[in-house]
């Protein structure tokens, strides 16, 4: 984000009611050693361990609780409810936290405990349920779904408070040097990746649950019980990342008496008794300064809301219904029902589909540590951005391809009578596969490039790091929204399945790069931001 008509004077901004604490101009800060970076970025690769568990087998997993495939969507509603207020408010309330521990780490710590808290309760929502009156004999599992909703919401909760001030640190941790952003949110991007293969990997082995055999239950079978031995394995490796970060990388208490915020380099002074002093208002933190950071943003960060909202509503009904796609069209199977058959096709699709999730993130992880190769070969990041982009628009656009060869080349095998749905031809498996794969690339540019750029865009802001960051989740998390509730009704339009979703998203893919490639402006060089940086008093 970018002040338009602001400059320091007298010790308030100029046009501007000043709100809160507002940096100080002060020589720029040298970012902190690499390792730092590195170990901080780490904590990704717990956050994405669940969210890859959470993508490839909560949907299914709702399903068999008895939510209909068309309202399953509504479930993932909690994630960008949660994200649009959450993120903002954490932002900003991180970039003014006078806790002694820094002003990041007590936010990251606090959000793990929640996380934790929620995966026990999503893993155990069927065994509560039962324990609460659900019957085992009915399809519909009413106690066990309003749990689940509860712990999903408190998940989603705790991702959110973890992912931004994470991305802020890192931001803080790279001080003003462009590279050095890329880099730290290459690395975010690359343990993003691992966490997905170690994600992917344990949702797609079917036997898990023999580690802990008393998760199998009257109330849990084999399905439920891998996954919540799944969700042990994620908690602890994130509970690991997190405290080995945190009791090495450290920030030094900050305040507004003494702008002192240590190796993150941020200064910040208190300005909000001056504004009083001249009579001006004080606006209702947060709200005020939300508004006051919309209205002044400048051009190159409403182009990348823009572009950053079209790209997630074409990623979103993927994510959402990737695995339930390979379950459903390309082996042909049902989630609910009474045909054991169909219900076994159904989750072998949704164990190959997490196997397409873990060879999406081998490439994702590969293509996070060539970013900036890939973006000087093809003329800057903006350019990048735009390419695959239009890569994304072909990859959603030949799973209509690979539904329609897998309807035609249905086959069937006669057993004791019965009619037996077999599994679709190896070429059709590969073909589904290859597009998980080739979309890790895809993913990598977006989980990396746009954060880059809103940190860098926000460098001649007076919002602080986690602020920025927080409103450019609104441009992801307002998208969500529409696709959580739209993607069912919007598909059962068409007569249900996952196509009418996948299509609407190639068209916004293909758009989202032709606005990159068009009206998205290139981030200026380092020494720019600096002196933009120091002109506006934030660093």
Avoid at 109 to 125: D, M, W
Avoid at 149 to 174: E, K
Wanted: proline share 6%; hydrophobic share 50%.
């Amino acid at each position: 984000m970018e002040r338009s008509e602001a400059h320091v004077t007298s010790g308030k901004i100029s046009g501007l009611q000043v709100q809160q604490p507002l940096p100080r101009a002060v020589s720029p800060p040298r970012p902190s050693p690499l390792r730092k970076t590195i170990l901080v970025a780490a904590i990704a690769a717990g956050i994405q361990f669940g969210w890859a568990l959470q993508l490839s087998l909560l949907t299914p997993y709702v399903q068999l609780l008895g939510i209909p495939h068309k309202w399953a969507s509504l479930i993932w509603l909690c994630g960008p409810v949660s994200g649009m207020v959450v993120q903002p408010i954490v932002g900003y309330y991180s970039d003014r936290c006078t806790s002694r521990f820094g002003r990041r780490r007590p936010f990251i710590a606090s959000s793990v405990a929640l996380v934790a808290t929620a995966v026990v309760l999503i893993g155990f929502a069927a065994d509560l349920g039962h324990l609460f009156g659900d019957s085992l004999d009915s399809e519909m599992k009413p106690r066990a779904i309003i749990l689940f909703v509860i712990g999903f919401w408190i998940l989603d909760v705790g991702n959110n408070m973890l992912q931004g001030p994470c991305r802020a640190f890192l931001a803080d941790l790279s001080g003003n040097n462009q590279k050095r952003v890329r880099a730290a949110n290459a690395f975010f991007s690359f343990f993003l990746a691992v966490g997905n293969v170690l994600g992917c990997a344990a949702g797609s082995y079917s036997k898990l649950h023999k580690i802990f055999p008393f998760t199998t239950t009257k109330a849990c079978d084999i399905y439920c019980a891998n996954l919540k031995s799944c969700f042990f394995f994620s908690i602890v490796l994130l509970i690991t990342l997190t405290t080995i970060a945190l009791t090495y990388v450290h920030e030094r208490p900050w305040s507004p008496e003494n702008g002192n915020s240590g190796d993150v380099g941020n200064e910040i002074e208190e300005e909000e008794e001056e504004a009083e002093e001249a009579g001006e208002p004080t606006p209702v933190p947060f709200f005020g300064e939300v508004v006051t950071a919309l209205k002044e943003l400048k051009r190159p960060m409403w182009v990348l809301l823009l572009v950053t909202c079209l790209n997630w509503i074409a990623w979103f009904p993927f994510l959402l219904f990737d695995t339930d796609w390979m379950g459903r069209e390309v082996y042909g199977g049902q989630s609910e029902g009474d045909n054991p058959g169909l219900k076994k096709a159904y989750n072998s699709g949704v164990r190959a589909g997490a196997l397409g999730l873990m060879l999406n993130s081998v490439v994702l992880g590969f293509t996070s540590l060539t970013v900036e190769v890939l973006a000087r070969a093809v003329g800057g990041v903006k350019r990048l951005w735009g390419i695959v982009n239009f890569l994304l628009a072909i990859c959603l656009a030949m799973t209509v391809l690979v539904t329609k060869l897998a309807e035609s080349h249905r086959r069937y095998a006669t057993v004791n009578g019965a009619d037996v749905l077999l599994a679709p031809p190896g070429g059709i498996k590969a073909g589904a596969l290859s597009i998980f794969a080739v979309l890790g690339i895809p993913i990598a540019i977006t989980c990396s490039i746009p954060f880059a750029l809103a940190s860098i865009f926000s460098s001649t802001s007076g919002a602080g790091q986690g602020l920025s960051l927080g409103i450019l989740n609104l441009a992801i998390v307002i998208p969500q929204m529409v696709v959580s509730v739209g993607a069912g009704p919007f598909d059962a339009i068409f007569g249900g399945g996952n196509m009418p979703a996948f299509v609407l998203g190639a068209v916004a893919a293909a758009a989202s790069g032709i606005f990159a490639l068009t009206m998205l402006p290139s981030p200026p060089p380092d020494v720019l931001v600096a002196k933009a940086a120091a002109a506006s008093g934030f660093h």
